[in-house]
């Protein structure tokens, strides 16, 4: 199992950019799909991004995709997650998750945060209008 550190969060305009990153520890990274999720105040925690093990495949929530992008380096043990043209219905605690299975975009299956077990602290990202 990894470990996982978030960091990268901040406050933000409107229309700004951020980049988040996630750690891992372990020399097993490169095996696992790497997830973004988030949770804003009261309500559920949503899927927003995922990434296959070799970083050749990737999987977008509806309300992110073609502003947000995931990548990874498993040279370095880290997942990133760019988010441009940030809005206000961003802000949220970002966090980041592991597995070994890549739920991609092809299955029609929305990953759900009943479905991992490890999680990093999260990250603030707050989007003012």
């Known amino acids: 199992q990894v470990q996982l550190v978030e960091s990268g969060g901040g406050l933000v305009q409107a229309g700004g950019s951020l980049r988040l990153s996630c750690a891992a520890s372990?020399?097993?990274?490169?095996?696992?799909?790497m997830y973004w999720f988030r949770q804003a105040p009261g309500k559920e925690r949503e899927f927003v991004a995922a990434?296959?093990?070799?970083?050749?495949?990737?999987y977008y929530a509806d309300s992110v995709k073609g502003r947000f992008t995931i990548s990874r380096d498993n040279a370095k043990n880290t997942v990133y997650l760019q988010m441009n043209s940030l809005k206000p219905e961003d802000t949220a605690v970002y966090y980041c998750?592991?597995?070994?299975?890549?739920?991609?975009?092809?299955?029609?299956?929305?990953?759900?945060?009943?479905?991992?077990?490890?999680w990093g602290q999260g990250t603030q990202v707050t989007v003012s209008s």
């Open positions: 998750t592991a597995d070994r299975t890549y739920y991609s975009s092809g299955s029609g299956y929305s990953p759900r945060p009943t479905d991992f077990g490890s």
């Open positions: 372990g020399r097993t990274f490169s095996s696992y799909a």
């Open positions: 990434i296959k093990w070799s970083g050749k495949s990737t």
